[in-house]
């Protein structure tokens, strides 16, 4: 079936550092892809999502691209922020009748000031 | 405007013990669904609803785990004789067909 592997981490950063966090995925077909981020105390959020190949998502200075040849939808930031500390789910959703989304483990991190 | 909300926020029941669950999903949204995030297990699907009819039950656990939508709106996720194994926080989402899915901010389950 559906699966997606990501970094668990925990990651720990110094303000201002670049981030990237990885992501891979197994699917049957074409999926859409998704970063959704936890923060401290609230609900899942979407952050950034692709839908084909080479679909570059981005939010709030985050970026990931969709890449179909090595299945891979790494999150990256050039400078993150304190405000950046939350958990990072990697996701993936086949469509064709259910929309439901497949998580990855998620990765915490921490952005020290 | 009003997101998903779910009640309860925090439940503890004891074993053996039936708890419902309930969502009240953004109004207008076609599409619901149910998740469950544990320390052990991440985040799983449990069962998807377009309208009221849920095609998609493939994440359910166990026929201890049941739900039902009414009026394309309110669902409510039932567990039955609950195990500790199902401590965990039930998320639930809603979404226009295959658009962004909105979630609420969980129900925290507790089995004692």
């Known amino acids: 079936g559906d699966s997606v592997t990501q970094m668990e981490g925990p990651v720990t950063l110094s303000e201002e550092a670049f981030l990237t966090i990885n992501c891979t995925y197994t699917?049957?077909?074409?999926?859409?892809l998704f970063w959704y981020v936890q923060y401290p105390g609230e609900g899942l959020q979407l952050l950034l999502k692709?839908?084909?190949?080479?679909d570059k998502g981005s939010n709030k200075g985050f970026e990931a691209t969709y890449r179909k040849e090595t299945t891979s939808f790494h999150l990256e930031k050039g400078s993150v922020q304190v405000s950046d500390s939350a958990v990072y789910f990697c996701?993936?959703?086949?469509?064709?009748?259910?929309?439901?989304?497949?998580f990855g483990k998620g990765t915490k991190l921490t952005v020290n000031p | 405007g009003a997101g998903v909300s779910q009640s309860p926020s925090n439940k503890v029941t004891e074993k053996g013990k039936d708890v419902e669950l309930r969502c009240d999903p953004i109004?207008?949204?076609?599409?619901l669904y149910w998740y469950r995030q544990s320390l052990g297990q991440g985040l799983e699907f449990l069962i998807y609803?377009?309208?009221?009819?849920?095609?998609?039950k493939s994440g359910l656990p166990s026929d201890r785990f049941s739900a039902e939508r009414t009026g394309g709106s309110v669902s409510t996720l039932t567990i039955q004789r609950t195990q500790q194994e199902d401590s965990a926080v039930y998320l639930c989402?809603?979404?226009?067909?295959?658009?962004?899915?909105?979630f609420g901010p969980g129900t925290r389950l507790t089995v004692t």
């Open positions: 609803f377009q309208g009221n009819s849920a095609p998609d």
């Open positions: 692709a839908t084909k190949a080479d």
């Open positions: 989402a809603s979404s226009k067909r295959s658009y962004e899915q909105y």
């Open positions: 699917a049957t077909g074409y999926p859409s």
């Open positions: 109004s207008g949204h076609t599409a």
């Open positions: 996701a993936l959703s086949e469509g064709g009748g259910s929309e439901k989304l497949v």
